[in-house]
């Protein structure tokens, strides 16, 4: 929203840059996820990446929320091009490593769940804060008569890139050295030689498998599914529910509890009913309390900015955000379950590379999220560059025709691709006794 209804680019554009820029970046995924596998220093396999992405994370980010004022469409395009790749680059080279530390500190069917509902709940929590920040103090401070809306200020932005920058550079450096300490204990990589196509070799060798085919399809659907909405969640709050910066702070606020809920849900489930199982679960809750809050607004029930829209939205919106981060711990604790299936399979220890996979399709298939919202905005000839009240009420009824059956088919897609996952609790357990045989 900040290129196009802000810097005033056209929405279409601005997807095919920051898609373009998710496709190109993802193919670093996994070259860095093999080589944090197979990393060889007194720091170990992981954290060296991790330190050295600190300093080009944060200035890169910065310099995507910062773009030159008196650029015309086309030079922006390729700045936007050039700092995304950049960012999301930079973001690999932390990202990937710092996942794969999860399968290595713990080897526990469902102590893994736990662990990565912290993760996740952090995550969540970091970002959510850093949105509060901007809707209940940054906006309100940068709105002027001109734009009595601060949201639609550009020199916030600079501010929220300052701040920002300085939250991920001190996110990257306490989470290295937080963990530093547990380096000793953590899995070295046996000393060799491979040539490039040995390495792709076993990059593909590690990934062909049932299970993580179904996870691909899976995360793959997921990503789509979560890079649309999140592309449109400031667009639908601001513009298709006519919401004041504070509501939307206030709706914000709320997602530390939801986020919270959704962390400690996945565990209770990975226990109950099995990972399998709570992914099934959720996708199918998802499916029906998603679309009520949107069918009510478009067949005129409930009228925008009203009192009733914002409960339900809130109400909503927070089921949404526990469902959402339930299923993202969910996916990521299976792929940490395949770490060892792949070790009695081949005899190597490869959460770098089964991690890149996932970093890899969250990229491009949020970018796929991102040109589908593009998509589904020009389907709706959703004007760029103006304030909420200057959109005509037939673009937003467009645009909410279109998003709510996209969600639910991507949705029920999500459920049917997850169903050949074979790892369970107890194929687990039996590879772990595997591996324990062969050590001893």
């Known amino acids: 929203m900040f290129y196009t209804q802000v810097v005033g680019m056209p929405a279409l554009l601005v997807g095919q840059a920051l898609t373009l820029a998710l496709v190109l970046d993802a193919i670093s995924d996994p070259i860095v996820g093999y080589w944090s596998d197979n990393c060889r220093s007194r720091w170990g396999r992981r954290h060296p990446f991790m ?45 990937t490593p710092s996942a794969a530390l999860g399968p290595e500190l713990t ?39 001109e734009a009595p809306n601060g949201q639609f200020n550009r020199d916030a932005y600079v501010v929220y890139a300052w701040v920002a920058a300085g939250v991920i550079f001190t996110a990257i450096m306490v989470s290295s050295l937080g963990t530093h300490a547990q380096i000793p204990r953590l899995a070295a990589p046996p000393p060799r ?105 478009l067949t005129g029930v409930v009228a925008p900015g009203s009192d009733a829209a914002f409960w339900i939205v809130l109400v909503q919106g927070q089921v949404d955000v526990i469902l959402v981060v339930c299923l993202q711990v969910l996916l990521v604790s299976m792929i940490s379950d395949l770490v060892e299936q792949n070790e009695v399979k081949t005899g190597r220890r490869s959460e770098g590379v089964f991690f890149a996979a996932n970093t890899f399709i969250m990229k491009v298939t949020v970018g796929l999220g991102l040109m589908a919202a593009a998509l589904l905005l020009d389907l709706a000839q959703f004007p760029s560059g103006v304030a909420p009240d200057k959109v005509p009420d037939s673009a937003l009824q467009t645009l909410g025709w279109w998003y709510v059956p996209a969600i639910c088919v991507l949705r029920l897609m999500m459920i049917a691709s997850i169903l050949p996952y074979a790892v369970s609790r107890e194929s687990h357990e039996e590879n772990l006794r595997k591996l324990g045989e062969r050590a001893g």
Do not use: C
Request: charged residues 10%; without cysteine; proline residues 4%.
């Open 107 to 145: 080897r526990d069917y469902a102590e893994r769940s736990t662990l990565l509902s912290w993760r996740n709940f952090f995550g969540w929590t970091g970002g959510n804060a850093m949105t509060v920040m901007m809707f209940f103090f940054l906006f309100p401070a940068f709105a002027t008569p």
């Open 193 to 297: 030689k491979l040539s490039l196509a040995g390495v792709f070799r076993e990059i593909f060798e590690t990934l062909l498998n049932r299970s993580m085919g179904a996870i691909f399809l899976t995360a793959i659907i997921a990503s789509t599914m979560l890079g649309l909405g999140q592309t449109l969640s400031t667009f639908m709050t601001s513009f298709f529910w006519g919401f004041q910066p504070q509501q939307i702070a206030v709706i914000t606020l709320v997602i530390f509890v939801s986020a919270a809920l959704g962390a400690a849900l996945a565990p209770i489930l990975t226990r109950r009913v099995g990972k399998k199982r709570g992914i099934i679960i959720v996708g199918l809750l998802g499916l029906i309390t998603f679309p009520v809050a949107m069918l009510l607004r």
């Open 51 to 95: 330190y050295a992405s600190a300093i080009p994370v944060a200035v890169s980010f910065f310099l995507l929320w910062t773009p030159p004022r008196d650029w015309d469409h086309t030079a922006l395009f390729w700045y936007l091009l050039a700092t995304a790749v950049a960012t999301r680059t930079a973001i690999t080279f932390f990202e």
